[in-house]
């Protein structure tokens, strides 16, 4: 069997690996390590702690995630993750080069602790760094663009022009899927709220993906839902372990209004809407009119519903309205840094992009 890339794209929220070639990941888990005590060592050391993937339901306070708002902060975690990952595929593609997506926020030291992984402790042959935002620009088959990318930690917006980023514009917003589950945690469960309770977690998990949407306008919207009467909408409730069921709030249900109106939840920074805006005017005028009638919608946030048409409508009523706005969607935009990267694991112009085991020793020999 011919083989193929390994791609591992390693978001703050979720992991989505798998092999290039396919339409979607294969493998889509929670960027989650927990840490328990070793029955044949206990105690609080830190030598004395196993390390595993996802939640141990009988030890549900010991889970973390090893990266945060983009940069990883637990090395061990991330190797354990990733030495899963390649253990998994490499049963059936031994040989596989390996593609790994990294943050714009990465620091030089953190390129060079991947490699180090990589290569040393995961013998990997082949490995191309690959930018996430840069991925997702491929994956909507463009070149040139503005990649708004929403997940669980960041917010990001990124203007390319021929396939290359125009750095200076991009803008990196510190709110995003993390901040809505929050403000739910919060809003549902008050003084008792606590992120490593079960039930909680579900119940917001569930909450966000089953009941939020964006509304076209918040007034209107906080208007018509206060105005049904108690227990017209089924859909509206949530139930306690014990089964009383509890109506959702209006702005519980709205609460991805988030992206587009953050002082509302007394967030800083502008709304994701104005974050293109500004980004696009900071580039030079020719190609505004390009970068407008491609923006490229993509990550886990742009699936709620509302949120493509919310964000078209108020780039054209600001600032473009004479002027084509278009704003690309896929149905997989929540997999487009992955899919970008196997569209970019069988292109030959990326060659001199991909470091090698013997280059990489090589380097440390210098």
Known sequence: MAA????????????KAGLSGWNEPQMVFPSVVNYIPCRENPGPSYARRRVSLGIDIYHPDTFSYPVQRGRILNWEGVE????????THR???EDSSVIV??????EPVDRQKTLEIMFELLDVRSLLLADQLEMSLYASGLLTGVVVDSGYGLTRVQPFHLGRPLRPSGKTLEFAGQDLSAYLFKSLFKEDSNQHNLFQLDTVTNTQMNKCYVPQNLGEALDFRQSLPSGSDETNTYQLPDGTPVEL?????????????PQVFDLEGPSISQAVLDSIQTCEAYVH?????HVVAC???????????????????????????????????????????????????????????EKYDESLRQ
């Open 101 to 106: 997506t990294e943050s714009p926020l990465r």
């Open 299 to 357: 990550g886990g946030n742009t699936l709620y519903p509302g949120f493509t048409n919310r964000l078209y409508k108020e780039l054209i009523e600001d600032h473009f309205s004479s002027t084509k706005t278009t704003v690309w969607v896929g149905s997989n935009r929540n997999f487009s840094v992955w899919l970008g990267a196997s569209v970019v694991a069988h292109l030959s112009t990326y060659k001199s992009e991909w470091m090698t085991k």
């Open 289 to 293: 009119p390009l970068l407008i009638s």
């Open 91 to 93: 049963r059936e593609h």
């Open 4 to 15: 193929r890339t390994i791609i591992i794209d390693h978001g703050s929220g979720f992991l």
């Open 80 to 87: 354990h993750i990733w030495s899963f990952v390649l253990e």
């Open 249 to 261: 709030t209006p702005m519980q249900r709205l609460a991805p209004e988030m992206f587009f109106s």
